[in-house]
């Protein structure tokens, strides 16, 4: 699936970082960078995807609007390509929280 809660990209770039923290230590640049692409995994899927899937669904509806298109379209755009803030929010949580136990 390509949305949903919760965000498991978020919780995977979270984790990821908060075990090079434990290992590296929370002062290191790796932790620094792996921090960084965290931060771009997350906005991505909360604002570049997300914006995208309701790209999706507004040409989905223009397609199927009768006298507004002529296209005759075989499959349908996937409109959920994003996350809300709150499901990468969560991801981010469960991933820290994960990265903590392990």
């Known amino acids: 699936m390509l949305g949903g809660m919760p965000s498991s990209h978020s919780a995977v ?8 923290g434990k290992a590296e230590g929370f002062n290191s640049p790796i932790f620094a960078l792996s921090l960084i692409f965290a931060m771009v995994v997350m906005y991505d899927a909360a604002g570049i995807r997300r914006a995208a899937g ?3 669904h507004m040409l989905n509806e223009i397609v199927n609007t009768p006298g507004l298109s002529s296209l005759q379209v075989q499959e349908k755009l996937v409109e959920v ?5 709150i ?9 820290i929280i994960v990265g903590i136990i392990f």
């Open 13 to 20: 770039a979270m984790c990821l970082s908060v075990m090079i």
């Open 54 to 56: 309701k790209q999706a």
């Open 81 to 85: 390509l994003g996350h809300t803030p």
């Open 87 to 95: 499901q990468v929010l969560v991801g981010a949580i469960i991933g």
